[in-house]
């Protein structure tokens, strides 16, 4: 049995290995079809690109049957089929392995060593809430997920600018973005100071009203070209906002602000070298934050090296030509439609009953969300003004109906346990796993439990990534959850999880399937099969998003 938390990257290396040095070979397989009879399969034709005729030798078949090593999943059998080199693992022994070790596989690992702390700004939130474009909302959106992944893997992340506007931080509240806020500017003085130093007296006069001076930076961008910077940047304009904005941010890189993590020798004035700065800012943004950030490095020999940006393609309104609308305005069109799909549904005047206030605000926000987030944050956006339905699989409200199915299902255990209808739920490692045939238990373990973490370090990377662009993948979670809704949704209506139904009849030790009856709260016992159901489903609500 392997030991450590158990990796489809590292199985996947860990079988190219065995097949010798290469191309990559293998891949995991997706589709319930094809995980019927197999888990990782070696095409035909790249093994006869690799071996002559095709034929693998029988070292091979030996060292991949054998496969072993930190991360690696055991395997049961390796055989040749007319698809190629096709690879089962032992299943059971994978399921008592993740769901034994649930945690390791629900959060990621913390680094044995601090990585570079992450000073995240996003320009946007300097805005009037009323004001705030769509485009900018997807930034502060894309912003918050990008802190929130950060964290879960260990990275010490301070969230610039603090939130000064009390507008601002209520509607930040709604949207569920949890963001510094502060009452205090900070001081300008020193870099006015350095402004001052490198202006030429002679044009001054020409300057517009409010503006200090007017710096060259064609120079840095000569210097920088290989890094991406726009090669139209001829000069900046300098203001007390700007001054402001730079001020901010070199606030956040020489003293870390209090509760953050503190550097790497223990003290809040760490150096800038092991500092990354990420601007995520809107398209309409990119520009100015481009000529912000060499001004920064114009004016302050500390300024961090490593400075990345990440710009939010436009949104846009798919029907609605040319109309500007704000994010208040989207928030309120989009709760109004989610009230009215909800009253659809379930029937009487909802909006009138208090005890669905914050059910509309939080469907209404995973509906915003899931919009978005789940186009990649570079590309355009199109946004659908029609009403939204919450009978599509698609959807972030289809994710939140999927997770109360699952909250459901934990209260009417516990509801049930109280009145003697289950049993204490043993210890994982007394349950036989071989019981579990059902496809759709395999599906949500090797697709959705398996391969989490792995899907969550995609979807952004600090290291090695040149030039000034950092990629971001966030469709990639929200693809995810769909799925992970999907095949959760599909097993649901299959199997009665917590118990056989009453029309079976069965006993304590019945390994049959039940018909789903609907009521999972009120089943006549609770077999010993339906004990490895529910220690599957037990781990479905840290994916919830």
Same mark, same amino acid.
């Given at each position: ?9 590292? !199985? ?14 293998? @891949?995991?397989?997706?589709?319930? *079809? ?18 002559? %005729? ?18 690696? &999943? ?12 096709? $690879? ?11 769901l =034994? ?10 680094p044995?060593?601090?990585?570079? *702390?992450?000073?995240? +700004?996003?320009?946007?939130? *300097? ?5 705030l ?18 964290r ?25 973005v ?7 500017s ?12 490198? $202006? ?13 001076? *007017? ?20 000069h ?22 209090e ?7 223990? +003290? ?5 070298? %092991? ?12 520009f100015?934050q ?10 302050? %020999? ?10 939010c ?34 029937? /009487? ?35 659908? +003004? ?6 599509? !699989? ?15 299902? @934990? ?28 496809? /759709?238990?395999? $599906? ?29 993948r !966030? ?21 009665h ?7 079976q009849?069965?006993?304590? =030790?019945?390994?049959?399937? &039940? ?8 089943? %006549?016992c ?13 781990? $479905? ?5």
């Amino acid at each position: 049995m392997a030991t450590g938390r158990l990796g489809v990257g590292e !199985t996947l290396e860990a079988l190219n290995a065995a097949v010798g040095p290469g191309s990559p070979v293998w @891949f995991k397989e997706t589709h319930a *079809r094809h995980l019927r009879v197999r888990d990782f399969l070696a095409p035909r034709s790249a093994l006869q690109a690799r071996f002559r %005729d095709g034929q693998v030798p029988e070292c091979v078949f030996r060292a991949v049957s054998c496969l072993q090593g930190p991360g690696v &999943a055991p395997v049961l059998r390796c055989a040749p089929t007319p698809a190629g080199l096709s $690879l089962q693992l032992q299943r059971p022994a994978v399921f008592e392995h993740v769901l =034994g070790a649930l945690a390791s596989y629900a959060t990621p690992a913390k680094p044995a060593s601090p990585g570079p *702390r992450v000073v995240l +700004h996003c320009p946007a939130l *300097r805005c009037n809430s009323g004001t705030l474009r769509l485009s900018q909302l997807r930034a502060v959106l894309v912003a918050d997920h990008l802190v929130r992944v950060l964290r879960a893997h260990g990275v010490r992340v301070c969230s610039v600018p603090p939130v000064r506007d009390p507008h601002m931080s209520t509607f930040l509240q709604k949207l569920r973005v949890e963001w510094p806020t502060a009452s205090k500017s900070t001081s300008t003085e020193t870099l006015r100071t350095c402004v001052l130093a490198n $202006l030429d007296g002679s044009k001054e006069a020409t300057l517009p009203p409010g503006v200090l001076g *007017r710096l060259c930076l064609k120079e840095l961008v000569e210097q920088s070209r290989a890094a991406g910077y726009d090669p139209s940047i001829d000069h900046c304009l300098v203001t007390e906002d700007v001054l402001s904005v730079l001020s901010e941010l070199q606030e956040a890189v020489r003293h870390w602000p209090e509760g953050g993590h503190q550097g790497p020798a223990g +003290h809040p004035d760490a150096g800038v070298d %092991d500092c990354v700065v990420i601007h995520v800012v809107s398209c309409e943004e990119a520009f100015q934050q481009q000529k912000l950030d060499l001004l920064w490095q114009k004016l302050d %020999d500390q300024a961090p090296h490593k400075q990345k940006h990440l710009v939010c393609g436009p949104v846009k309104i798919a029907g609605v030509p040319g109309t500007q609308m704000t994010a208040p305005e989207y928030y309120r069109l989009r709760h109004a439609q989610v009230r009215e799909a909800s009253a659809l549904k379930h029937g /009487g005047d909802l909006a009138q009953d208090p005890t669905w206030t914050e059910t509309f605000d939080i469907l209404s926000v995973a509906t915003i969300k899931f919009e978005m987030l789940s186009t990649a944050p570079q590309s355009q956006l199109l946004l659908a +003004h029609s009403t939204i339905s919450t009978k599509g !699989t698609k959807s972030g409200t289809f994710v939140m109906y999927n997770c109360a199915r699952l909250a459901t299902l @934990f209260e009417g255990y516990k509801h049930g346990l109280e009145q003697g209808l289950y049993p204490t739920f043993p210890l994982v490692s007394s349950l036989d796993f071989s019981l579990l045939h059902d496809e /759709g238990e395999w $599906l949500l373990l090797f697709n959705s439990v398996l391969p989490f973490l792995d899907l969550l370090s995609q979807t952004v990377s600090l290291a090695g990534t040149p030039g000034l662009h950092i990629p971001v993948r !966030t469709e990639m979670v929200c693809k995810f959850l769909v799925q992970l809704s999907m095949d959760f949704s599909s097993y649901y209506n299959r199997v009665h999880i917590l118990g056989v139904s009453i029309q079976q009849g069965g006993s304590v =030790g019945n390994v049959g399937k &039940a018909e789903h009856t609907g009521n999972e709260d009120a089943p %006549d016992c609770f077999s010993f099969r339906n004990l490895g159901h529910t220690s599957l489903v037990r781990c $479905l609500l840290a994916y919830s998003f």
